[in-house]
């Protein structure tokens, strides 16, 4: 995985694409990834389902593997058709600076997706995570 810097710890602004008539949507997300375990927040607009829009926000759980990274997005508190898992699988670039790959909600939509640094959190907040985590 290499050093410190090249953890997906961070903020990030990202885009993913829909199969057909829908624009793209851009989104936001904070990442905190230790010992290869990848977890994190969304902030996006729903665009999609028609109406006023909403802000949403999704929690994500995953992994990193070298430079493969996995993980799941569950909107909290979303309208019934955004309560799907989706899942996301892509590949790490640029150092740590780029993830690049596929969104899937099985059965349903894929899409792909594409997510910049913005800003790396310092290895004191991946420490106090750990922590919180698992109750250390």
């Known amino acids: ?14 885009t993913y694409y829909y ?15 230790f010992e290869g375990l990848v977890t994190g927040t969304t902030s996006e607009i729903n ?7 909403q802000k ?14 996995h993980f799941s997005k569950v909107y909290v508190g979303a ?5 799907l898992e989706i899942l ?3 590949m790490v670039r640029d150092k740590g600076t780029r993830i690049e790959g596929t969104w899937t909600i099985p059965g349903n939509w894929s899409g792909v997706f594409k997510m ?9 907040f991946r420490r106090r995570w750990w922590f919180e985590k698992t109750g250390v």
Not at 1 to 12: F, I, R
Not at 79 to 83: G, L
Not at 116 to 124: D, G, I, S, Y
């Open 1 to 14: 995985m290499g050093d410190a810097s090249e953890l997906l710890t961070g903020d990030w602004q990202g």
């Open 19 to 33: 199969p057909a008539r829908f624009e793209p949507v851009p989104f936001e997300a904070s990442l905190i990834e």
């Open 47 to 53: 665009r999609v389902a028609g109406g006023a829009e």
């Open 56 to 69: 949403m926000q999704g929690h994500l759980d995953g992994e990193r593997s070298g430079d493969a990274v």
């Open 79 to 83: 309208p019934d058709q955004h309560r």
């Open 88 to 90: 996301y699988a892509g």
């Open 116 to 124: 910049t640094r913005t800003r790396q959190k310092q290895v004191w």
